[in-house]
Structure formats: structure tokens, C-alpha cells
T-cell receptor, first 112, second 112 residues
């Protein structure tokens, strides 16, 4: 069964901390995505990667960076966490045709 | 604003009834997808309809696409309590890209 795994289901961090959210997929997919989901705002694209070491900004990249050193792993980094980054973070991947997205279960991040 | 916007925002129906959700989008697309999200979890792909298709079926799901009106609808027939979830449409941000933009979703509640 195909799988996108996010390392943490719940995470609580302090303001100013550096936060790493990890995502691993086992489908050999080229494309990987990070979205954040907030009530009333739906899912918003933070960053997208279409190949190892390649990345593109999404709609809300400010305050975030990403790393893709290996094909199966895509990390989202909050350089200095702030309270407005409290959110549900969803990782997804898709194959070469870039169509169907497979999502992880999400990480609910609280920044206090 | 979101590329895809669903309406209604929330829908409550009795088991056995049909549920219809609508999605509007702004730019030309390659395809439109519908996803389902159970409370607090990741999204699951339901169905994809391409820009040259007008209708598609999958089990109890029926999706229509009207590119002239830039809109789509998702019909769930003979709904069950287990269909209770949020439903999102997703469109490629610009035609031919692999970046998908999601709407704010329709929360469906099916009462037993």
C-alpha cells in the first residue's frame, strides 16, 4: 500500500525555536508538496519540489524553507517559529504525471 | 483568493439522501480533482476529471465539469453516515503545472 509518512502527529514548540517537519514517501514520486491547513482558509501551498534538490515557492513561503536531499524525503523547516505558524501541516506527493496527490496524515503544530 | 472555492460551506443531510457540492475556479485547468478529508486527517483522492471530460462516475460518486462556467459539482448518491467528512476540489494552479490549489472545502454531515 502506498504511503506518505509524516514524522509527528502532534508537535508543541516555543516561539523562536527552529522546527523540522519530516515527510517520507515510499512511491518513488518525483513531486512533493507542503501545505498548511487553517480553518476557513483551506489548504495553502507552502513549497513544492519536483526533483531532488529542486524546490519552488508556493503561495505562502515566508517564514519557511525546505530541504530535499533524497527523493523520498522532503523536510519543511520553520527557521524561527512564531505563533501564527500554529497550524495543521500536510505533506503530499505525486508521480511524474503530477496528477493524483497522496497525503500524509498531517502534523498539528502548536507554537506557544 | 482561492483558485477553487466550494459551496456550500456546510451541508447536513439524512442517510440515504443525495449530497451535491459545487466548486468554482478562476483560470484554465488541465484537470480538476476531488478529495475527502476525515476529521483531523490527511486528504484522500476521490476522483479526477480532465478538462476535455464533462462527466465521470466512480461508485456512488458523480462528477461533472463545465469549463465554460469554470465550475464542477460532486454528487454523492445514497449517502451513508460514513460519508461524513470535508470535501475539497483541487485544480492545477496554471495549466500544465503540477501545483494544485485547493478550495476551502464543504463540510458534509450525514445523519443516521
Amino acid at each position: 500500500d502506498v504511503k506518505v509518512t509524516q514524522s509527528s502527529r502532534y508537535l508543541v514548540k516555543r516561539t523562536g525555536e527552529k522546527v523540522f517537519l519530516e515527510c517520507v514517501q515510499d512511491m518513488d514520486h518525483e513531486n512533493m508538496f507542503w501545505y498548511r491547513q487553517d480553518p476557513g482558509l483551506g489548504l495553502r501551498l507552502i513549497y513544492f519540489s519536483y526533483d531532488v534538490k529542486m524546490k519552488e515557492k508556493g503561495d505562502i513561503p515566508e517564514g519557511y524553507s525546505v530541504s530535499r536531499e533524497k527523493k523520498e524525503r522532503f523536510s519543511l523547516i520553520l527557521e524561527s517559529a512564531s505563533t501564527n505558524q500554529t497550524s495543521m501541516y500536510l505533506c503530499a506527493s505525486s508521480g511524474p504525471q503530477g496528477e493524483k496527490l497522496f497525503f500524509g496524515s498531517g502534523t498539528q503544530l502548536s507554537v506557544l | 483568493s482561492q483558485q477553487g472555492e466550494e459551496d456550500p460551506q456546510a451541508l447536513s443531510i439524512q442517510e440515504g439522501e443525495n449530497a451535491t457540492m459545487n466548486c468554482s475556479y478562476k483560470t484554465s485547468i488541465n484537470n480538476l480533482q476531488w478529495y475527502r478529508q476525515n476529521s483531523g486527517r490527511g486528504l484522500v483522492h476521490l476522483i479526477l476529471i480532465r478538462s476535455n471530460e464533462r462527466e465521470k462516475h466512480s461508485g456512488r460518486l458523480r462528477v461533472t465539469l463545465d469549463t465554460s462556467k469554470k465550475s464542477s459539482s460532486l454528487l454523492i448518491t445514497a449517502s451513508r453516515a460514513a460519508d461524513t467528512a470535508s470535501y475539497f476540489c483541487a485544480t492545477d494552479k496554471s495549466k500544465g503545472t503540477y501545483k494544485y490549489i485547493f478550495g476551502t472545502g464543504t463540510r458534509l454531515k450525514v445523519l443516521a
